[in-house]
């Protein structure tokens, strides 16, 4: 789920930027290193929030907002615009879609863990 933020997706993209708008691939590759660096950044406020209201409900919000993310990319005629893209699919691609699942494992065993603390005391 989390193809559209990785970069193996994004590369795809690349030669269209290129030809379509004359930009460099080094500002493309600049835009896309800051993007990633601001979304890894903002992940651990993400993972905060995960803990505080659950995996369930952020796995909806990352997967609407992973779907506007991709719709926003259509659309990019700017470099700004493509900062804001990359960001975001960057966010909820590669970083939530990763880290919501990674989470769950071990609540589930915390949450058993305190259930046969109760049983056994």
């Known amino acids: 789920m989390s193809g559209p933020g990785q970069t193996y997706s994004v590369s795809i993209f690349i030669d269209v930027y290129v030809d379509e708008f004359g930009w460099s691939r080094s500002m493309i590759s600049t835009i896309y290193s800051s993007a990633t660096l601001a979304s890894g950044i903002l992940l651990i406020f993400m993972g905060r929030l995960i803990d505080r209201v659950g995996q369930r409900w952020m796995a909806v919000v990352a997967g609407t907002m992973l779907a506007v993310a991709c ?30 699942p990674n989470t769950m494992i071990p609540q589930w065993f915390v949450k058993k863990e305190v259930v046969l603390l109760h049983l056994w005391n």
């Open 71 to 100: 719709f926003f990319n259509s659309f990019v005629s700017l470099p700004f615009m493509l900062l804001i893209g990359f960001f975001l699919i960057r966010l909820f691609g590669q970083g939530l879609m990763e880290l919501i």
